[in-house]
């Protein structure tokens, strides 16, 4: 038992140190990669083709919502071009095609923009 407890302690302390070792920029480097992973992750359930999806010109919007480009494959087999998208969440994933436009500029301007 006392063998575990110093294990588990040495973790972490570890763990603890190499937070500690990383700079303010690396965490916000992580936390930025982090969210566009969630990002890709949550455009792909909405697309016929998940496998398909390329993304560029992505970047965390000023109220932290992942934005970004998607360009996906349709029903036919083409891909269809690069779309805006924005990620709040899971239920709150919107590319441009699924609104209005005026609805989606509206949306991007205030998270992403």
Known sequence: MKKLSAVWLAVV??????????????RQQESAATMTSLGEKYVKEKILEPSSAQFRNQFIGKKGAPCGEVNAKDAFGAYIGFQRYISVARDLTLLAQDVAPAEFEASWSQLCR
């Open 13 to 26: 302390v570890c763990a603890s140190l190499a937070a500690c070792g990383k700079s303010e920029a690396q």
